[in-house]
């Protein structure tokens, strides 16, 4: 009995060792994200940029929709749908001009952290804008 209650004492110090040790302890990924959107600064390329961040799963090209208002023709730029992320890829539409508006990459780091991060057709960052978050939707603080 003795050796067992021993051998329950050392798991558990092993597991507190590995929480505190290993990061976990520490681990915010709203404080990972908040210092990943205020890294990224218009000018940057998109390499750059996804240095301070998890590489992405998916982007979005950015679209022109064509439309009438009032009479009158109008055009706006949306994201499109989203496409599977691949560095190789990317670049390659980037060199043959085939996102000539840009395209917009979103960044979710927790239920109250997410951003936007929005590219020119040369792949240089525009802007880095908050995206719409769970905490947003439930009218949570965001911490």
């Known amino acids: 009995m003795r050796s ?3 051998l329950l004492i050392a798991v558990a110090l092993g ?3 590995m929480y505190y040790a290993g990061g976990y302890g520490s681990f915010d990924p709203s404080q990972q994200g908040e210092a990943a959107k205020a890294a990224i600064r ?7 940029a996804f240095t301070f961040t998890e590489t992405p799963k998916k982007y979005r090209p950015i679209q022109v929709r064509k439309g009438r208002m009032g009479g009158q023709d109008i055009q706006t730029l949306v994201p499109g749908p989203a496409i599977s992320f691949r560095a190789e890829g990317l670049e390659q539409r980037l060199a043959e001009n085939g996102l000539p508006h840009g395209f917009t990459v979103t960044f979710t780091y927790s239920s109250s952290v997410a951003f936007t991060v929005t590219f020119d057709g040369t792949g240089t960052v525009v802007s880095v804008e908050d995206a719409f978050t769970t905490a947003d939707l439930l009218q949570m ?3």
């Open 4 to 6: 067992i209650l021993g």
């Open 15 to 17: 597991w507190v060792l």
């Open 42 to 48: 218009p000018g940057m390329s998109w390499r750059e």
């Open 141 to 143: 603080e965001k911490h």
